[in-house]
């Protein structure tokens, strides 16, 4: 006697995120049309933890033994919440900043085992089609097909977008952590190790990383250029409370923000202490991690610029966790 597939499951999806890990419960329906979807939110949790900007202090090419102790933890306590909130099943994945630490790999691996967890390294491709799968669950009103997502974090960005049954992608390894370093060592002249901080910027330092980020970004592929001059097209930001894109949105007052907006948030935060940063109302970025934000918004102008796009939405969401409890590959 055949018994029939299991429709509905309790999911646990952690993303091992280059600025932070994150959970989400949620219960998920198997034998939705095109891939798993989300029924339910259970529960949802964060804890910043700059891991990629601990990779670029180490001067190694590797995470150190704090940050990595740090993780095992944050791992174990997301693990115990994901079994309070009655998942059934539990999977991770790690991004950018574990594909170029020497050692991410192996300590990926060692918690696996340890805490018995599903989790691994994803590859660049695979990131996209996360991103781009939250994406699409942020915003039922659009169809898929006219959605471009861009998805940016501590050690890269991608952007992905789906038309005539093709998955286009195009992913960067800069990310914020590479922005707030280039700043410090390449434009400041300090060591990143030692100087928590580059606050406060000048414009003209701000104009100078503008450079660099451009250079290292290099030329956008086609199909993207042709793609945001399309009509109908959105172009979604996707990202959590210390997001480029939520930064841009709470400095700007709105949820669709043109190259000029962000330029101009830009020159009014440019000279600002830490301490003027942490006092910002209704900018959690700010209050959280002012060392990064003038390279976070940079980054983001940067990125614009040099795809000369008009305007970006933001959409609200915790890291990938939406798009890693719809992708099946991730549980198989």
Known sequence: DKRAPQRFVTRAAIDVGSAACKLQVAEVDLLAEGSPAIVRVVHEEKVNLLLAEDLEKSGTGEFSDEAMEELGQVLADLKHAAAQHGAEQVAGVATAAFRKARNGFKHLAEMSRELGMKLRVVDAQTECVLGFLTGTSLRKDVKPCDLVVWDSGGGS?????????????????????????TLVTQIQGSHFRHKASPNPVSVAQAQSLTKSLLEMIGTPPLWLFLRLREPGITMLGIGGDTSIFRLASELTGKNRFSRTDVLDSLEQLCGKTDLELRLMEDVQAAQQQPHNVIPKLVLLFSVMEALKCDAVTYGACNGNTAGVLMHQEVWD
């Open 157 to 181: 960005f991608q952007i992905s977008s789906r038309f005539g049954g093709t998955m286009e992608t195009w992913h960067c390894p800069v990310g914020s952590a590479i922005a707030t370093s």
